[in-house]
C-alpha cells in the first residue's frame, strides 16, 4: 500500500507529492510556508471580526456555567425528594 501525501497550496491551483520534491527539507519549508500564509489569513479574519469570536465565546462559557448551576440546583431538589 503507497501512502501519498498532497499539499494543496492557497489561492493556487497546483498539487505537489512529497515524491516529486526534491528533499524533505523543501517539503518542511513549503509546509511552513503555507502554515505562514493560513496564520497571516487567520489574522487578518480575526481583525475583520472585531472581536466577535471572542464575544460569543465568552457568551458559551456564561451559558455553561449557568446549565451547570441549574444542574446542580435539579440534582439537589431531586435528592431532597427521594
Excluded: H, P, W
Excluded at 25 to 35: I, N, P, S
Amino acid at each position: 500500500m503507497e501512502v501519498r501525501f498532497v499539499i494543496f497550496n492557497t489561492g493556487k491551483n497546483e498539487k505537489r507529492t512529497v515524491d516529486n520534491l526534491a528533499d524533505k527539507d523543501a517539503f518542511v519549508e513549503t509546509l511552513l510556508q503555507e502554515r505562514d500564509e493560513l496564520y497571516q489569513e487567520l489574522s487578518k479574519l480575526r481583525q475583520i471580526d472585531g472581536g466577535a469570536l471572542a464575544q460569543a465565546e465568552k457568551k458559551i462559557a456564561q451559558f455553561q456555567k449557568a446549565i451547570e448551576e441549574k444542574d446542580r440546583l435539579i440534582k439537589k431538589l431531586t435528592d431532597q425528594l427521594a
